[in-house]
């Protein structure tokens, strides 16, 4: 059996947060008698907070990891559905249920995280045939501790800076998972070969991304007037609005990005082409609507892509980059899909190096 060192070692040797929830929940069950742990975290969507349990491991064998780009959001729990675990989260403390009996099995919910940063929430929850001991807890935070220092450290590196935003390195990474499974080179689908791959020492897989993935790309229309017109720090002030209020519009699973200056993209699972539209259109009126301190109404446009096997980063994003340009030269405050503008004609599918910093 590893040993506690092991498993500090294990979780620190991550540089995807995707793993560490798994990497923790089998620290625990080698290193606490316990039964079962589950690891979920709070999504959300239109203002809705759902459970979505990312990592569920069992002690006799057998689990299942959720990628949160490929769930369906509606058939998520509510989050009021398990109120002791909502009561850890809220009240960052741990709770205690027996259910039969004193000294009989209980569950134990812990807050997953000690503070909520860039909108991070969730519970651990340990099933145990009787209470846990002192020194059994100590165990359990000491992991956890690390689990958490892990988690903030790498992403931090996953950030930009101004907005908390994801940042172009992190785009990457994800954009290279998804043509993975697009080539069906990716890792297998099967539950159980995740949860065995993925602790294998020395390999950093990913889980496994559906298909159907899009790339999209955001300008703030005539940002550089509004810089010139308000000062840096107004500029500034902007971009954070706007990414305060993607993070309200889009779903708490897209992957939302800020590539430099007033360019921003996103990244998500959506089986048709017609909803990736309406949720760039949703954002685009909700900028449209809202009231900018000393700026006023602003403006943005869009444009997205679907991936394909052939895309790189580059590729995709001058793809929607061309839907951007075109939106902003023909009236600004307009959504494009490349895809439906190459159909009618507007422009080929040749592709040109354009405003987007791709190193």
Request: charge should be negative; proline fraction near 4%; hydrophobic fraction near 40%.
């Amino acid at each position: 059996m590893a040993t506690l060192i092991d498993h500090l070692i294990k979780l620190t040797d991550h540089r995807d947060r995707d793993l560490l929830e798994l990497t923790l929940s089998k620290a625990l069950i080698d290193l606490v008698p316990i039964q079962r742990v589950i690891v979920a975290r709070v999504v959300s969507e239109e203002g809705i907070k759902r459970w979505l349990e990312v990592a569920t491991l069992d002690a006799k064998g057998g689990g299942k990891v959720v990628d949160p780009l490929r769930v369906d959001f509606q058939k998520l729990p509510l989050l009021e559905d398990n109120r002791d675990r909502l009561r850890a989260v809220q009240n960052r403390e741990r709770i205690e249920i027996a259910w039969a009996g004193e000294d009989g099995p209980r569950i134990t919910y812990f807050p997953l995280f000690s503070e909520t940063v860039n909108e991070d929430e969730g519970a651990l929850e340990i099933h145990s045939a009787s209470p846990l001991t002192d020194e059994q807890l100590q165990t359990l935070t000491q992991v956890q501790h690390v689990f958490r220092n892990m988690y903030h450290l790498l992403a931090y590196s996953d950030r930009d800076a101004l907005t908390g935003l994801l940042n172009r390195k992190s785009l990457d990474d994800t954009f290279y998972s998804a043509v993975l499974d697009e080539l069906g080179e990716g890792p297998e689908s099967s539950q159980t070969d995740v949860l065995k791959t993925a602790l294998a020492p020395g390999q950093e897989r990913r889980h496994r991304v559906p298909p159907n993935y899009w790339l999209g790309t955001i300008s703030i229309d005539q940002f550089g007037i509004i810089n010139d017109k308000n000062g840096h720090l107004i500029a500034e002030e902007v971009l954070l609005l706007v990414a305060r209020i993607m993070n309200n519009t889009f779903r708490t699973y897209d992957r939302l990005y800020r590539l430099g200056g007033e360019q921003f993209a996103v990244l998500m699972h959506c089986p048709d082409e017609a909803l990736v539209l309406a949720a760039f259109e949703r954002f685009r009126a909700n900028i449209e609507k809202f009231n900018f301190p000393q700026v006023g109404r602003i403006t943005i446009c869009a444009g997205f892509t679907r991936i394909t096997p052939d895309d790189s980063p580059s590729t995709a994003l001058e793809h929607a980059e061309r839907a951007v340009d075109y939106a902003q030269h023909n009236g600004r405050n307009k959504v494009f899909s490349h895809a439906e503008l190459v159909r009618k004609g507007f422009f080929g599918d040749a592709v040109k190096i354009g405003a987007v910093d791709i190193f």
